[in-house]
């Protein structure tokens, strides 16, 4: 008997209250407090078998101790990806140490944290060292498209991987009168082979009530450039929860008719594994 795909969502984050033992650094759209324990119930109640969780930028900056602390509580659920800080001055060290720690599978750039040149030392620096220890670049590059096209092209041996669908997403409702008006630049990306997709957070970017039928002539135009082999589906969450609850973010893609069932499997778990070579334990 064929072994099922696992369900995988590519993007997720966990976080506790704001304490001075682990301070914020500044505000995350969500609950006051999302734990590790919170999300695997989350996940376990529709059916999601694991998920990469991404210590969330804005509340803790390059810190990825809590998510490390998720880990070690539930090491067969979350693979780790944390930013890495382009300014440290030890971005080579930083990434090779990071790639060494338990549970980890990438590492992140934060492209809309501040103006960046593509020959930025320190970006430069990350996607090569990425590209050493074998470990995918996630890149938050929404609005700075045409940069990380000429990263990508700067970088050929390194995995990159573009956050959300690269657009702009929003954390309250509605969303943009023209959400995919940036897509011309997310498909042009898809010429760079190194490149893949997060498919994550795109239900928070329709205009029409769950199941977003709007959003699948865009996301259909991104099937076709990059391959369903090199796109992943994920929730966001919890950035997504003031637009859609995490089983409208699963169960959107698990009903439409725009997805055969071996396209589904490739989308939400099968391509993950792939690009990042992990999978959850299934049997934890």
């Known amino acids: 008997m064929a072994t099922q795909t696992p369900t995988i969502d590519v993007q997720v984050h966990a976080y506790e209250k704001n304490h001075p033992g682990r301070p914020w650094h500044g505000f995350l759209q969500g609950p006051d407090e999302v734990t590790g324990d919170d999300m695997v119930s989350a996940m376990a109640a529709v059916g999601v078998d694991g998920a990469l969780l991404i210590s969330p930028f804005s509340l803790y900056q390059y810190d990825a101790s809590y998510a490390q602390e998720v880990y070690a509580a539930h090491p067969g659920k979350f693979g780790l990806i944390r930013p890495i800080n382009p300014a440290s001055g030890a971005v080579a060290e930083d990434v090779a140490r990071w790639a060494a720690t338990p549970g980890v599978v990438g590492a992140r750039i934060m492209l809309t944290a501040q103006e960046y040149e593509s020959d930025d030392v320190g970006l430069n620096e990350i996607f090569a060292a990425g590209s050493k220890a074998g470990i995918p670049i996630n890149v938050m590059a929404s609005g700075k498209l045409p940069l990380l096209l000429e990263l990508a092209l700067r970088n050929p041996d390194t995995q990159i991987v573009i956050d959300h669908v690269g657009i702009a997403q929003p954390f309250l409702p509605p969303p943009d009168p023209e959400p995919f008006a940036d897509l011309d630049n997310v498909i042009a990306?898809?010429?760079?082979?190194?490149?893949?997709?997060?498919?994550?957070?795109?239900?928070?970017?329709?205009?029409?009530?769950?199941?977003?039928?709007?959003?699948?002539?865009?996301?259909?135009?991104?099937?076709?450039?990059?391959?369903?082999?090199?796109?992943?589906?994920?929730?966001?969450?919890?950035?997504?929860?003031?637009?859609?609850?995490?089983?409208?973010?699963?169960?959107?893609?698990?009903?439409?008719?725009?997805?055969?069932?071996?396209?589904?499997?490739?989308?939400?778990?099968?391509s993950l594994m792939n690009i990042y070579k992990w999978s959850p334990d299934m049997n934890g």
């Open 189 to 270: 990306l898809a010429a760079c082979s190194n490149v893949a997709i997060k498919i994550s957070g795109a239900g928070t970017l329709s205009h029409q009530p769950f199941p977003y039928p709007d959003i699948w002539e865009p996301l259909s135009r991104v099937f076709d450039a990059f391959g369903l082999d090199r796109c992943m589906w994920g929730t966001d969450w919890t950035r997504a929860v003031e637009l859609l609850n995490y089983e409208q973010g699963v169960e959107a893609f698990r009903i439409t008719d725009t997805l055969s069932d071996s396209d589904r499997a490739t989308l939400m778990g099968g």
